[in-house]
């Protein structure tokens, strides 16, 4: 299957999975998803992640995490900058979501990161997705 978005493609993924209360949710690897992944662990927002080869392709395993078992950690996931109009924010300009409750994943030049921890080390750049 050919996906023009594959970042969207995976919160789409896990934001239906959550919903549905799955445990686990599989999404095709690669390196950028490897760190959102590791950003949403570190977050608490999930509870783990396992990268594991499925026929010729490797696949991430996102293990889900839900309040007493019954409300998804995560109730919400959105897409900010798309492959047709990237959004990208200076180190003053980066936003808070939901007065903080929320993240929000940074693409710096020093990797995939969370606003605060872009903010922290005074770096700007593409606003990747909200998580709350």
Do not use: C
């Not at 686990?24 to 690669?30: K, L, N």
């Not at 992640?49 to 409300?71: M, W």
Request: charged share 25%.
């Amino acid at each position: 299957m050919n996906v023009s978005d594959p970042i969207a493609d995976m919160l789409t993924r896990v934001r239906n999975a959550s919903r549905a209360h799955h445990l686990e949710v599989v999404v095709p690897a690669s390196r950028v998803k490897r760190e959102i992944a590791r950003i949403l662990v570190e977050e608490g927002f999930i509870s783990g992640f396992s990268e594991e080869r499925e026929g010729p392709a490797q696949v991430l395993r996102l293990t889900l995490k839900y309040v007493d078992g019954k409300a998804p950690v995560v109730s919400g996931l959105k897409r900010i900058s798309k492959p047709g109009l990237r959004v990208y924010a200076r180190k003053t300009e980066i936003p808070r979501v939901l007065g903080g409750l929320g993240i929000v994943i940074v693409s710096t030049s020093q990797g995939i990161m969370t606003g605060q921890q872009a903010r922290r080390a005074q770096l700007g750049g593409e606003v990747l997705a909200y998580v709350w």
